[in-house]
């Protein structure tokens, strides 16, 4: 086995966790995991194997589960946060204490929070005691985690506040079957994550109530209309949502087989109820917690958003989803752009 090229350590022993920790082994580095769950760490010690969310592939030598978040946290400069967006706050004030100064800290959890209505790298800014501790940075694009721990080669994204920064990410994670670009325009980046999931709980219902490519297509290019307009209204640039964590995690998001939350929204486009949907899973649907922000962020900041307006309205208040649909196609007739953009093409 060839040298190391250093340590890191990854918060959360999910899929996508697991297969960012099997990237990073890959790529020459000596990876500490954090698993959560004490049941799950001795099977992947005992069977170098996760079985609880990516049962089949055989983890790398390189990679150490531990259930002490110390452990994975302290010593540490490069570390990647890759836990729910619920549970995202609670994880990272415990970090804190053990955060080494001017560490690395890559976000790959999509969501916002529903309390405080803010993105991951919010949530730091919100909870740390010197802003400039850490570099915080995010990462996102069209990646299913079981393709990539095939090595299916994928594009995605890393954005930060420094180039040089954000430089040394994309080489940490940059294989032949992993490409990584860097962008500067965290908010972005991060909104698109976060707000696709819920659009593609909209492409699944549609899918669920046995519409057509016309549908699925037009949805998807009308949610991207809206998460553009959210985006742009809070100070991201708008071609971001043209690149790999928009539009490309976008379409992977909406018509992917392996997408839960494209899987929770044709359950509800077939009748079935959102709290019997997910009783039954053990992975997340970011979506369907994010679906709550979205519509408390859209009214804030004044921004029109029918799409996640209506599937808020079907997880939170029991719209029969073919309802939703009518009241979408019964809007008052526009221009299919934004005044603002329209008068910038003028």
């Known amino acids: 086995m060839s040298q190391p090229k250093g340590r890191a350590g990854v918060i959360g022993a999910g899929s ?18 954090w698993v959560f769950e004490p049941d799950l760490l001795e099977i992947i010690r005992d069977t170098r194997e996760n079985t609880f969310y990516l049962p089949g592939f055989r983890l790398n030598d390189r990679i150490t589960p531990h259930n002490d978040l110390e452990t994975v946290v302290r010593g540490h400069s490069f570390l990647v946060m890759v836990v729910p967006s619920h549970v995202y706050r609670q994880v990272a004030l415990r970090m804190i204490p053990f955060l080494e100064k001017g560490a690395l800290v890559v976000s790959a959890t999509k969501g916002i929070e529903n309390e405080t209505l803010l993105g991951m790298s919010g949530i730091w800014k919100d909870i740390l005691p010197a802003e400039d501790l850490v570099h915080l940075l995010c990462l996102s694009g069209p990646s299913f985690a079981r393709e990539v721990i095939l090595r299916i080669p994928t594009a995605i994204t890393v954005a930060g506040d420094r180039l040089e920064v954000a430089q040394d990410v994309q080489q940490a994670f940059s294989t032949p079957y992993f490409r990584v670009y860097t962008s500067l325009d965290r908010i972005g980046v991060e909104l698109a994550g976060a707000l696709k999931n819920v659009i593609a709980l909209a492409a699944g219902a549609c899918d669920g109530l046995g519409f057509g490519h016309n549908t699925r297509a037009a ?24 690149g790999l964590s928009g539009i490309g995690d976008l379409l992977l998001t909406c018509t992917g087989d392996l997408s ?35 519509h408390a962020l859209g009214l804030r900041m004044g921004v029109d958003m029918p799409i996640c307006e209506q599937i808020y309205q079907v997880l939170y208040e029991d719209k029969d989803p073919r309802e939703a649909v009518r009241d979408l196609m019964d809007r008052d007739l526009k221009h299919e752009m934004d005044l603002e953009y329209r008068c910038q093409v003028n």
């Open 219 to 242: 949805l998807i290019t009308r949610g991207l209309a809206e998460i553009t307009r959210l985006g742009v209204r809070m100070g991201a640039h708008p071609l971001t949502f043209s």
């Open 16 to 33: 996508w966790g697991t297969t960012l920790a099997a990237v990073l082994a890959d790529n020459g580095y000596e990876v500490d995991l």
């Open 260 to 294: 839960r939350n494209r899987t929770v929204g044709m359950q509800l486009g077939q009748g079935r109820k959102i709290k019997d949907i997910l009783s039954e899973m053990r992975m997340v649907a970011e979506g369907v917690k994010t679906a709550r922000s979205v």
